[in-house]
């Protein structure tokens, strides 16, 4: 199937399965492929994001499942609290799932990580698609989901281009400037191998 994705600045990608096919305007795209669906989207289309704190975000992090509320909190673990939880495997893999997630919700199309040691949650990641970069084992800067709030240059990965990879992510603001002042969580749409894998409600 194809699929055209557009910002409100009229700039879209034609997507056939894993791949972008075309980067134009919209106009010129429906054009050219009138059967293709069109996904418009309010705000910026771009590369989307690489979080550069994989592995701690991952797997030094536990994100609690929102039944746990009541006794965990809803905010990330880490530290003594994540020593006292001790979770087991499922609990790891089920954590992975949530926290990659919760990257696709602020725009991440990829994570930088040290090799995963947990086979949980190296697993759980592999299955979302969630493409994994290599890195040294310790990044500076400060662990975020968002990865414009990590004291880091913000990474994205190249430009979008026929032939390259179907990951990018859209921000609901105007333009980058807004995006950098208002961070990642204006995210409202995140594709990755051609799936959209987030989508706010």
């Keep these: 199937m194809l699929t055209i994705h557009a910002d409100s600045r009229g700039h879209a990608v034609l997507v056939r399965g894993e791949r972008i096919e075309a980067v134009g305007p919209l106009e010129e795209l429906a054009a ?3 059967h293709a ?34 006794t965990l909190g809803t905010e990330p673990l880490t530290g003594d609290a994540l020593t006292a939880l001790a979770p087991d495997d499922a609990r790891w893999g089920a954590s992975a799932r949530r926290g990659v ?4 919700a602020h725009g991440t199309v990829a994570a930088a990580c040290a090799p995963l040691r947990n086979r949980a949650v190296r697993d759980a990641v592999h299955r979302t698609g969630l493409e994994l970069l290599p890195r040294r084992p310790h990044s500076p800067g400060v662990p975020s989901l968002d990865p414009l709030a990590s004291a880091l240059p913000p ?33 409202v749409a995140t594709v990755v191998a051609g799936r959209l894998v987030f989508r706010r409600r």
């Design 32 to 34: 050219a492929h009138p």
């Design 37 to 70: 669906r069109v996904r418009s989207w309010p705000g910026i289309l771009t590369p989307g994001f690489v979080n550069l704190h994989g592995t701690e975000l991952l797997e030094e992090t536990y994100h609690p499942d929102p039944r746990e509320a009541d």
């Design 101 to 104: 997630q919760r990257m696709f």
């Design 155 to 187: 990474a994205t990965p190249p430009a979008l281009a026929p032939g390259s990879p179907a990951r990018f992510a859209v921000f609901d603001v105007r333009d980058e400037a807004e995006l950098t002042e208002r961070g990642a969580g204006t995210c």
